[in-house]
């Protein structure tokens, strides 16, 4: 596996305050998104190579505050926006305006440095009642939304590269979610027997 991957990020102007996001087609990065049944959104990893590349988004988000944007190929698809609203608070408005602006801005090559294993002492110390409540989940048939904290992030990425290494195929978020979230399952479609 690579160390690094080359990914666009684009400056936009919200409110008076810039926001830097980073924009991946989920079909180049063979991660699919999807909202079923009204209260469920689904993160499928083709393999082991697409959950450390998820658990590197999550972690590279968390680090320097950038907005993750995962653009559908079709109708079947969710569009997915990744970010930690205490920092860059934003509405569903706000987010269709990014969409919407993407194409006509210039983007910047940006190296997202790549996790490649999962480091098992995490769970030594391990308290899940930390993580609870520290995402925020929102999606319909077009948009999804996971507005997370840092410990959120952490979470995400340490349950992901778990996921990569380990016979689980996938991990519910339900527990970690605020009461109005829907349930967020992150899958890593080879191991998922």
């Known amino acids: 596996m690579p160390l690094s991957f080359q990914i666009n990020r684009i400056k936009i102007k919200n409110d008076s305050n810039e926001v830097r996001v980073v924009v991946l087609k989920q079909k180049d990065i063979n991660i699919i998104i999807r909202e079923e049944l009204g209260h469920i959104l689904l993160i499928d990893a083709t393999d082991s190579y697409g959950m450390y590349f998820l658990a590197s988004l999550f972690r590279h988000s968390m680090e320097s505050n950038d907005v993750i944007f995962l653009e559908r190929e079709d109708d079947s698809k969710t569009d997915l926006f990744i970010f930690n609203g205490a920092i860059n608070p934003m509405d569903l408005k706000i987010l269709r ?27 030594e110390s391990w308290k899940h009642w930390k993580y609870e409540k520290q995402l925020r989940v929102k999606a319909d048939k077009d948009l999804g939304v996971i507005n997370s904290t840092q410990l959120g992030f952490e979470l995400l ?31 890593n479609i080879a191991r998922n027997n």
């Not at 910047?108 to 790549?114: A, G, P, Q, T, W």
């Not at 979610?177 to 992150?186: A, D, G, H, Q, V």
Request: hydrophobic share 35%; glycine share 2%.
């Open 157 to 187: 990425a340490h349950q992901c590269s778990y996921l990569a290494d380990s016979d689980s195929g996938h991990a519910h978020f339900d527990w970690y979610s605020t009461k109005s979230s829907i349930e967020l399952i992150i899958r």
């Open 97 to 123: 305006n990014i969409k919407s602006s993407i194409k006509y801005i210039k983007s910047e090559i940006y190296s997202l440095s790549l996790i490649d294993s999962h480091d098992e002492t995490i769970w």
